[in-house]
């Protein structure tokens, strides 16, 4: 019995070993966002300090933060939808007629590097007086989006048995309405699996947004970046515009955390 | 006979034509000429009109040291990382795979590195590495170690910026390896119980063997992610001091968008598309022969 006991306590040891490293640049994070810049500094670092909201003041009043919040809230939700749009009638395709080679076509956008497309887009988003557009950000992040769709959505289309679309044709309708009423209803979890991830990843896209954006359509991770060229860093409004840009992310996965797993591991897991 | 419509009929060409066609125009079509900006000496800056010079931007490329640098350090950080991430997240894997209190909530928390924006994930490293300020030189401090420039010096700067990536994508493995083990079947164990095999036999003879496929799958596309890196770079460093943290990708960039340089950039281009294809084709071939 005792040794039950010991082999517990060592256990969560264990767990505690391995949380503390996790957590701690997102507890550091939160806590420098509600100090001054003096506690920021000083040395030792503090962990007991009086908290104050001059930093989230600073990011939202004084930086517009708003602006760049409604920004990458646009491009991320409107690339995931056109990418669910595109997405998901070719997953349905792919699983239902065994089209390996479109699959790969699709998948090989997921791990292409990203530069070797964001150059040429430069020259042709400049020419056609695209830059700083919603149209070409939201474009160059569905091609994060739509891959992960693709990823995620065809092994799960491939799992829902035939029979369930056949009795509804049978039932007189068309196969495309059958894909439509009948499978996409029975689909949610995947759906929410490929809407929740490609939307983080489109929402922590720096590169892209980094070319194609400026002032009027400068996403949140560009805003957090150029907070930093300033000659002195305000590390306090930089840790609350960290806050700020990871809250809605980090929410998402609390909420979905088996989801997000699910498509974390679709495609290296068996099953 | 049930009579089809045009859509039914072609359906499986109309349905994934729109993806199809997006795909072709954003990404064939721009990496084909990026392709043939490489065979021309192009600078955005200098007015001229492009001329194609055959392979004269490639010799360039070739002879220019900061590419060569590069090119080691994009396999340099891609190999340590991915090589501590494959071990430590493993390892983390096989001591959470078992049923405790606060199962869900780990998971949870093992997924927040992974979801965290890498820009802001840089930022907050900086604070850490802070020469200065930094928490981690003061806990050097006070274990009496000597201090570390970490990101400011051009000696430690690529380990600094390894630990960000294992600190990021460490958890990527373990909830990979989590999924394996649960899906590993479990009749070898039974037989290894019958014939008395200790556990660490077990899992070196079984577990881990068994574990494979999906250690490699996770470890390769890992590492294609880790040969593309760029945010924590960028935002931590840009490729700084000097030249001393520059992968192939922030090299790509700053000759892109900070020199305009467009011919060269291509090359670069060129040289990580082939990397990186060679590494999706290692996961498409391992894919098959493990029928994943």
């Known amino acids: ?271 | 006979m049930i009579r089809q419509g045009f859509v039914e009929k072609n359906l499986r060409i109309l349905f994934p034509l729109p993806a199809v066609i997006f795909v072709v125009i954003l990404m064939v079509f721009p990496v084909g000429y990026t392709f043939f900006l490489s065979f021309t000496d192009w600078t955005l800056t200098s007015g001229r009109p492009l001329q194609v010079v055959a392979l004269k931007s490639y010799l360039q490329v070739l002879k220019e040291p900061r590419f060569v640098q590069a090119l080691g350090r994009t396999f340099y950080f891609t190999f340590a990382a991915v090589l501590v991430e494959m071990v430590l997240g493993t390892a983390l894997a096989l001591v959470l795979h078992r049923n405790f209190v606060g199962k869900g909530l780990m998971k949870t928390l093992l997924l927040l590195p992974l979801v965290a924006t890498p820009v802001a994930i840089g930022i907050v490293f900086n604070l850490f590495y802070d020469p200065t300020i930094g928490i981690l030189n003061y806990t050097l401090s006070v274990l009496g170690l000597p201090q570390s420039g970490w990101v400011s010096d051009a000696a430690t700067v690529m380990p600094s910026l390894i630990i960000v990536d294992i600190w990021q994508w460490t958890p990527m493995i373990t909830i990979i390896v989590l999924a394996g083990l649960a899906g590993l079947s479990s009749e070898p164990y039974e037989s290894a119980m019958v014939d008395g095999a200790n556990s660490r036999q077990v899992l070196v003879r079984i577990t881990l063997p068994m574990l494979m496929p999906t250690i490699l799958t996770a470890v390769i596309l890992r590492a294609i992610d880790a040969l593309k890196t760029y945010d924590i770079i960028y935002s931590m460093t840009r490729g700084g001091p000097g030249y001393a943290s520059e992968n192939l990708n922030v090299l790509a960039f700053k000759y892109s968008f900070e020199y305009f340089r467009m011919g060269q950039s291509a090359v670069m281009l060129v040289f990580l598309f082939i990397i990186v294809m060679a590494f999706s084709l290692l996961v498409m071939r391992l894919r098959r022969i493990f029928e994943l």
């Open chain 1, 1 to 271: 019995m005792n040794k039950k006991i010991l082999t517990a306590t060592l256990f969560y040891l264990a767990i505690v070993l391995i949380i503390i490293p996790i957590l701690f640049p997102f507890v550091w994070m939160l806590m420098s966002s509600f100090k001054t810049q003096v506690d920021i500094i000083s040395w030792p670092p503090r962990f007991v300090f009086t908290p104050v909201m001059r930093n989230y003041d600073r990011v939202f009043v004084e930086q517009d933060f708003l602006h760049y919040m409604k920004n990458s809230i646009i491009v991320s939700v409107v690339a995931v939808m056109c990418s669910l749009a595109l997405g998901l009638p070719a997953a349905y395709s792919i699983a239902r007629y065994k089209q390996k080679k479109l699959s790969v076509f699709i998948l090989v956008a997921r791990l292409m590097p990203g530069i070797s497309f964001l150059m040429p887009w430069y020259i042709v988003f400049s020419r056609m007086r695209l830059m700083d557009s919603y149209i070409a950000l939201i474009l160059s992040h569905m091609l994060i989006a739509l891959p992960l769709v693709v990823w995620v959505m065809s092994p799960y289309f491939d799992a829902v048995p035939r029979e369930l679309e056949e009795a509804g044709m049978v039932d007189g309708l068309t196969q495309q309405s059958a894909f439509l009423k009948i499978l996409l209803p029975l689909s949610g979890p995947g759906v929410v699996t490929a809407t929740t991830l490609s939307f983080i990843f489109s929402w922590n896209n720096f590169m892209f947004s980094q070319v194609l954006s400026q002032q009027k359509t400068r996403t949140l991770p560009i805003a957090v970046y150029n907070f930093l060229s300033y000659v002195e860093v305000d590390w306090g409004a930089v840790m609350a515009a960290a806050v700020v840009i990871m809250a809605p992310a980090i929410v998402l996965t609390m909420f979905f955390q088996k989801y997000v797993i699910k498509g974390l591991t679709t495609g290296a897991v068996k099953g």
